[in-house]
């Protein structure tokens, strides 16, 4: 048999082999710890929809990892694809019982900065938060052109997104996170990956690890100061990672109103406060955020 007719496995794409789930139940389960189920399959629509149906039935720390998703699903309906064994796409189940239900919105932004600090500790990426639930790398470009000791200018690219559903008695937070797509597999113009941004590792258990300890803590934290993002430090962190702030940028809000200011802060909400000409601070609990200013000046 040829190369050529061999029938396609797990094994085809050695760039990308598949996840050690033994490997990774060591490292993530422990007595006393937050993840108590980890789960990898080979294939599957979404993982947060495959959680949800089963949140009846789930402890919190359930943790499903799916090596291809087909119709992972984002805000507003997007859906989110890509080659299998290319990224990280995962969700968890958390039941924060003890956290009064007006502060679970904060659950995305919490997510957002677990990544950004896991990723930068496993792949040495700097990633930044773009409000409410998307994950922005920096892809280095024109360097051929550039004088010996010039930093090359970067482009902002969407790496990844975070979703939360309510489920059950809890909250089912997914993750999609492209980690070796290549230029010519990218889904949009503005979509980035890991190994595009220069990560130093895209070992993906290595990430997964990285990002769920992380998650780990943070999600500890914040339970701790009884889902206080202020006294819990979250959102300090969240506004330090924010690449929102400081920018000018588009809110598209539910009613098909559309405000345009500047992004000036994160309140004790978790809502961003827009300045409008108008001189007045307006918060955006939901919608979609366009950055109209870019760091090349173009749109993100």
Same mark, same amino acid.
Request: glycine share 14%; charged share 20%; proline share 7%.
């Given at each position: 048999?040829?190369?050529?007719?061999?029938? &396609?496995?797990r094994w085809?794409?050695?760039d990308?082999?598949? %996840?050690?789930?033994?490997?990774?139940?060591?490292g993530?389960?422990?007595?006393g710890?937050?993840?108590?189920?980890?789960?990898?399959?080979?294939?599957t629509?979404?993982?947060?929809?495959?959680?949800?149906?089963?949140?009846?039935?789930?402890?919190?720390?359930?943790?499903?990892?799916?090596e291809?998703?087909?119709?992972?699903?984002?805000?507003?309906?997007?859906?989110?694809?890509?080659?299998?064994r290319?990224? %990280?796409?995962?969700?968890?189940?958390?039941?924060?019982?003890?956290?009064?239900v007006?502060?679970?919105?904060?659950?995305?932004?919490?997510?957002?900065?677990?990544?950004?600090?896991?990723?930068?500790?496993?792949?040495?990426?700097?990633?930044?938060?773009?409000w409410?639930?998307?994950?922005?790398?920096t892809?280095?470009?024109?360097?051929? $052109?550039?004088r010996?000791?010039?930093?090359?200018?970067?482009?902002?690219?969407?790496?990844?997104?975070?979703?939360?559903?309510?489920?059950?008695?809890?909250?089912?937070?997914?993750?999609?996170?492209?980690?070796?797509?290549?230029?010519?597999?990218?889904?949009?113009?503005?979509?980035?990956?890991l190994v595009?941004?220069?990560?130093?590792?895209?070992?993906?258990?290595?990430?997964l690890?990285?990002?769920?300890?992380s998650?780990? &803590?943070?999600?500890?934290?914040?339970? $701790?100061?009884?889902?206080?993002?202020?006294?819990?430090?979250?959102?300090?962190?969240?506004a330090?990672?924010?690449?929102?702030?400081?920018?000018?940028?588009r809110?598209?809000?539910?009613?098909?109103?559309?405000?345009?200011? $500047?992004?000036?802060a994160?309140d004790?909400?978790?809502?961003?406060?827009?300045?409008?000409?108008?001189?007045l601070?307006e918060?955006?609990?939901?919608?979609?955020?366009v950055? %109209?200013?870019?760091?090349?000046?173009?749109?993100?």
């Open positions: 048999m040829t190369p050529s007719d061999a029938p &396609h496995s085809s794409d050695l990308r082999p598949p %996840l050690n789930v033994p490997a990774l139940r060591r993530l389960l422990r007595p710890g937050l993840w108590t189920a980890l789960d990898v399959v080979e294939s629509g979404s993982t947060n929809s495959d959680l949800a149906r089963r949140a009846e039935g789930l402890t919190e720390g359930a943790v499903l990892v799916a291809e998703q087909t119709r992972g699903r984002g805000r507003l309906d997007r859906t989110w694809t890509a080659p299998a290319s990224g %990280l796409f995962l969700s968890v189940y958390l039941t924060p019982g003890d956290v009064p007006e502060r679970w919105g904060w659950l995305p932004l919490l997510t957002g900065v677990a990544a950004a600090t896991g990723l930068a500790r496993a792949a040495g990426v700097d990633t930044a938060l773009k409410p639930n998307d994950l922005l790398v892809i280095p470009k024109g360097s051929d $052109e550039l010996p000791g010039e930093t090359p200018p970067g482009e902002e690219r969407k790496a990844g997104g975070i979703l939360a559903e309510r489920a059950g008695d809890g909250v089912v937070i997914g993750m999609g996170l492209n980690v070796t797509l290549r230029a010519d597999e990218l889904p949009a113009p503005t979509a980035g990956s595009l941004a220069g990560a130093v590792s895209t070992d993906r258990e290595t990430l690890r990285g990002v769920l300890r998650l780990e &803590h943070w999600y500890g934290r914040w339970r $701790e100061a009884g889902g206080d993002a202020t006294a819990s430090g979250l959102q300090e962190a969240y330090a990672g924010c690449a929102t702030l400081g920018r000018t940028v809110a598209q809000l539910p009613g098909d109103r559309t405000l345009v200011g $500047e992004a000036v994160i004790g909400d978790g809502r961003l406060l827009l300045s409008t000409r108008d001189g601070q918060p955006v609990s939901a919608g979609d955020i950055h %109209l200013r870019g760091i090349d000046g173009g749109l993100v």
